[in-house]
């Protein structure tokens, strides 16, 4: 039988250092996370560990400023490393994202002394960062928050709740959305609280479907008390950089879409190859190989469109709508993906003994996080014929 292991992924990367960057990710996953994964996930332990040789190795700052630490990565770089990651285990590279998320606040909008006393920690001192925008009746209308920060002289006293928080409870900063003013969006204040914070606790993580490696939790803060100097932004600015964060973030999301969708095509020509009935294997069975086909296809588009939005990003243009695009088009593809490797694997792909149903009861996350598809819809919709109700 010929030997059809699956191989690298073909980039086309601009600099010959983004080329060792790839080679350098594409050794730890392969010696750190891909051994332990499956087994790992189905224990559901957070590999806090493979975090720190992350941030040690320099992959936790990528698209940030070398002044700060960072690697100084352009995001059609740092998005394939992503993919890298999450291809091997989608709890690390979709933590490396929500990392990227929770750091994007400050790295933005904060002072140059506010960036340079916290930032070089966030990107290489080894701690790890959680977002923290939705609540439990907050969730698609993000803009009802109910969280409230209230000024007390030189501090800010926050009460309320966080919900869906990834790294919840196990985050050494928290990059948090509270009500300062008015309802709506324009009350809306972004804080840098830190993880240790006296009347901050995290509920038990969410029992998940999948993804049960990486700990969701609701986020109580309980009369926490921070200081104006980590208010980020101006007062009434919260919700405008949070929207920008999740432009961004919305390409780490289908960038990681894409490499579970290719872990599992990988997995699905694999066992075809492997697989004999009726005297061949049933990767000669043309309807099988025409499911392989349009999955490979549906990829390929994926990664090119996110690839777009990012060199769009890269370029300083406008990029939310090719976000919101790349986002819903990745995180569709690696649900219809991933179902049909567990079809072709059949019988198998519906054990554990197989990843495929791993990749599928994951797939599944990310048409929900960092808004739903259906929230991606009317946003791009919103580019095309103006807002609603006009």
């Given at each position: 039988m010929p030997d059809r292991a699956p191989q690298p992924v073909d980039r086309q990367l601009p600099t010959d250092e983004a080329r060792d960057l790839i080679s350098l990710v594409r050794d730890i996953a392969q010696r750190e996370i891909a051994p332990s994964a499956a087994e790992e996930e189905d224990a559901g332990r957070f590999p806090r560990e493979v975090f720190t040789l992350l941030s040690d190795s320099g992959l936790l700052g990528l698209p940030y400023d070398a002044e700060y630490g960072g690697g100084e990565q352009p995001y059609e770089v740092y998005l394939q490393v992503l993919e890298e990651l999450a291809a091997l285990r989608l709890t690390v590279g979709l933590g490396v994202s929500v990392h990227?998320?929770?750091?994007?606040?400050?790295?933005?909008?904060?002072?140059?002394?506010?960036?340079?006393?916290?930032?070089?920690?966030?990107?290489?001192?080894?701690?790890?960062?959680?977002?923290?925008?939705?609540?439990?009746?907050?969730?698609?209308?993000?803009?009802?928050?109910?969280?409230?920060?209230v000024r007390e002289g030189d501090d800010w006293v926050i009460n309320g709740t966080k919900a869906w928080i990834t790294h919840g409870g196990i985050a050494d900063f928290y990059t948090v959305m509270a009500r300062t003013g008015e309802d709506g969006p324009r009350g809306i204040t972004a804080f840098l609280v830190p993880g240790d914070a006296e009347g901050l606790s995290a509920a038990v993580p969410e029992k998940k479907m999948g993804l049960k490696g990486s700990?969701?939790?609701?986020?109580?803060?309980?009369?926490?008390?921070?200081?104006?100097?980590?208010?980020?932004?101006?007062?009434?600015?919260?919700?405008?950089?949070?929207?920008?964060?999740?432009?961004?973030?919305?390409?780490g999301i289908a960038a990681c879409a894409i490499?579970?969708?290719?872990?599992?095509?990988?997995?699905?020509?694999?066992?075809?190859?492997?697989?004999?009935?009726?005297?061949?294997?049933?990767?000669?069975?043309?309807?099988?190989?025409?499911?392989?086909a349009d999955m490979a296809t549906q990829i390929e588009a994926g990664r090119a469109l996110y690839l777009s939005a990012a060199r769009?990003?890269?370029?300083?243009?406008?990029?939310?709508?090719?976000?919101?695009?790349?986002?819903?088009?990745?995180?569709d593809t690696v649900m219809r993906v991933t179902t049909d490797a567990v079809q072709i694997l059949g019988g198998y792909g519906y054990t554990a003994d197989f990843p495929a149903e791993r990749y599928m009861r994951e797939a599944k996350v990310l048409q929900i996080v960092e808004g739903t598809n259906q929230i991606q819809r009317m946003v791009i919709a919103r580019h095309l014929a103006g807002p609603e109700g006009r």
């Amino acid at each position: 039988m010929p030997d059809r292991a699956p191989q690298p992924v073909d980039r086309q990367l601009p600099t010959d250092e983004a080329r060792d960057l790839i080679s350098l990710v594409r050794d730890i996953a392969q010696r750190e996370i891909a051994p332990s994964a499956a087994e790992e996930e189905d224990a559901g332990r957070f590999p806090r560990e493979v975090f720190t040789l992350l941030s040690d190795s320099g992959l936790l700052g990528l698209p940030y400023d070398a002044e700060y630490g960072g690697g100084e990565q352009p995001y059609e770089v740092y998005l394939q490393v992503l993919e890298e990651l999450a291809a091997l285990r989608l709890t690390v590279g979709l933590g490396v994202s929500v990392h990227t998320l929770a750091s994007y606040a400050l790295a933005a909008y904060g002072t140059k002394e506010q960036r340079g006393e916290h930032l070089p920690a966030m990107l290489g001192g080894g701690l790890l960062g959680a977002y923290c925008l939705s609540e439990p009746a907050s969730g698609s209308d993000a803009a009802s928050l109910r969280t409230k920060a209230v000024r007390e002289g030189d501090d800010w006293v926050i009460n309320g709740t966080k919900a869906w928080i990834t790294h919840g409870g196990i985050a050494d900063f928290y990059t948090v959305m509270a009500r300062t003013g008015e309802d709506g969006p324009r009350g809306i204040t972004a804080f840098l609280v830190p993880g240790d914070a006296e009347g901050l606790s995290a509920a038990v993580p969410e029992k998940k479907m999948g993804l049960k490696g990486s700990p969701t939790a609701q986020v109580h803060l309980d009369g926490v008390r921070v200081s104006d100097a980590r208010r980020l932004g101006d007062e009434g600015q919260g919700f405008a950089i949070a929207l920008s964060a999740l432009d961004s973030g919305r390409l780490g999301i289908a960038a990681c879409a894409i490499g579970v969708a290719q872990a599992a095509l990988d997995e699905a020509v694999s066992y075809a190859a492997e697989r004999r009935q009726f005297g061949k294997p049933i990767a000669d069975f043309q309807g099988l190989r025409f499911m392989l086909a349009d999955m490979a296809t549906q990829i390929e588009a994926g990664r090119a469109l996110y690839l777009s939005a990012a060199r769009l990003r890269d370029a300083g243009l406008p990029f939310a709508k090719q976000a919101a695009m790349a986002k819903l088009h990745c995180t569709d593809t690696v649900m219809r993906v991933t179902t049909d490797a567990v079809q072709i694997l059949g019988g198998y792909g519906y054990t554990a003994d197989f990843p495929a149903e791993r990749y599928m009861r994951e797939a599944k996350v990310l048409q929900i996080v960092e808004g739903t598809n259906q929230i991606q819809r009317m946003v791009i919709a919103r580019h095309l014929a103006g807002p609603e109700g006009r």
